[in-house]
């Protein structure tokens, strides 16, 4: 039975949470906790052996290329530049599948990225297709999540990226889109750090109260959007690295020999504005410090250990130098003056469900929707 501890300090014996990070945290009678058994059961169910898991990818990607046999592309793959949907590309070419690439680009690439990406898309053969969001529009959505003193401001760039993904795929009649989401390296993390990355409507809340421009080339995908393709799938998105033995630190050293590409440190710090919002943001305003969810992962899926991670975690998490020149680039692109920065930086934390939300509205209902669209399913099946 595992109990709360609220009242007192504990780390988890096996990866390095505590109660600081989640004061909902519980941990069993060996002082194991609950996300360390969350990502155990998220791997015994997604994860398989090997030779049952080889055998599943291949038919996987054979489903793939039976899709659209004849077609320039036979699904839709996402690159941000980063070690994970890197080494997917590069897996995929592998595999003999033709993925029209996407990359949704918020202007807030590094030019580590763009390389990355330029080389990758190079070297593998493969055709680039970039959405654009306009600048200014998508400049205004941010300030209005740094003013409405939420913790997800990522949440808005979450929400772009499968949305660009999902038009494009429908748009195109491709049925696969493929992502590097993954369990062995993303499957930890506290509650209380995100929120429910398809809330458009507390998207669009915050930004009508907070923002000055309409809404106009920021694409989304809506709740009532999300359900029906959930129960009536045209589009399957497929996590394809859980079918694979992925390694993170033996994927980067693979792709900087075979594809010239380059670490750009932290996790997801292919975006400027990512590593300052994970580096400075998260941890100064929030107490946040997202290493430590992102280590406690790999030490669940044994790519590190526990007493590597410790010493990782005493590495600075923003060298000064790097800090300094990112903060004035942040500030400017941004608009706003030190003075500015500080009182957001200052103003009380808020949750997500204080303003508009789906999870307010509706989620009470799912069970419900779940029930209803499962018979409906049932009868057009018949």
């Keep these: 039975m595992r109990k709360p501890q609220i009242n007192s300090y504990q780390m988890c014996s096996k990866c390095i949470l505590d109660t600081c990070d989640d004061p909902a945290i519980s941990f069993d009678h060996e002082g194991i906790c609950n996300y360390c058994h969350q990502?155990?059961?998220?791997?015994?169910?997604?994860?398989?052996?090997r030779k049952e898991r080889e055998k599943k990818l291949y038919e996987i990607v054979n489903q793939i290329k039976a899709s659209r046999k004849n077609k320039e592309y036979?699904?839709?793959?996402?690159?941000?530049?980063?070690?994970?949907?890197?080494?997917?590309?590069?897996?995929?070419?592998?595999?003999?599948?033709?993925?029209?690439?996407?990359?949704?680009?918020?202007?807030?690439?590094?030019?580590?990225?763009?390389?990355?990406?330029?080389?990758?898309?190079?070297?593998?053969?493969?055709?680039?297709?970039?959405?654009?969001?306009?600048?200014?529009?998508?400049?205004?959505?941010?300030?209005?999540?740094?003013?409405?003193?939420?913790?997800?401001?990522?949440?808005?760039?979450?929400?772009?990226?499968?949305?660009?993904?999902?038009?494009?795929?429908?748009?195109?009649?491709?049925?696969?889109?493929?992502?590097?989401?993954?369990?062995?390296?993303?499957?930890?993390?506290?509650?209380?750090?995100?929120?429910?990355?398809?809330?458009?409507?507390?998207?669009?809340?915050?930004?009508?109260?907070?923002?000055?421009?309409?809404?106009?080339?920021?694409?989304?995908?809506?709740?009532?959007?999300?359900?029906?393709?959930?129960?009536?799938?045209?589009?399957k998105v497929i996590p394809l690295l859980n079918y694979m033995d992925y390694n993170r630190n033996n994927a980067k050293q693979m792709l900087e020999v075979k594809l010239g590409w380059r670490d750009y440190g932290g996790k997801h710090y292919e975006s400027i504005f990512t590593r300052f919002y994970q580096g400075y943001i998260l941890p100064i305003k929030f107490n946040v410090d997202k290493r430590k969810a992102h280590l406690s992962t790999m030490i669940c899926s044994q790519q590190i250990t526990r007493q590597q991670a410790l010493e990782e975690m005493k590495k600075p998490i923003y060298p000064p130098t790097q800090l300094k020149e990112d903060k004035e680039f942040v500030l400017k692109k941004l608009g706003l003056s030190d003075d500015e920065f500080e009182k957001i930086m200052k103003l009380p934390i808020k949750k997500h469900t204080d303003y508009p939300s789906y999870f307010n509205k509706h989620y009470k209902y799912q069970k419900w929707f779940a029930r209803k669209i499962g018979k409906l399913k049932r009868l057009a099946v018949r």
């Design 39 to 49: 990502y155990d059961e998220l791997a015994e169910t997604h994860l398989m052996e």
């Design 74 to 235: 036979d699904c839709i793959l996402g690159l941000s530049g980063g070690v994970d949907s890197s080494y997917l590309a590069y897996k995929v070419k592998n595999l003999g599948l033709k993925p029209l690439v996407v990359h949704y680009d918020n202007g807030w690439n590094s030019e580590l990225a763009v390389m990355n990406i330029e080389h990758i898309v190079s070297q593998l053969g493969f055709d680039l297709y970039t959405y654009v969001n306009n600048w200014e529009e998508f400049k205004d959505i941010q300030l209005a999540f740094l003013k409405a003193s939420v913790i997800d401001i990522e949440a808005i760039t979450d929400q772009g990226i499968a949305a660009t993904l999902d038009i494009l795929a429908r748009k195109k009649g491709i049925n696969y889109i493929l992502s590097g989401n993954n369990i062995v390296t993303e499957a930890i993390l506290p509650e209380n750090w995100y929120h429910w990355k398809i809330d458009v409507l507390n998207i669009k809340a915050i930004h009508k109260k907070f923002g000055a421009l309409k809404m106009k080339t920021y694409p989304t995908i809506n709740f009532y959007q999300r359900l029906f393709m959930h129960y009536f799938p045209k589009t």
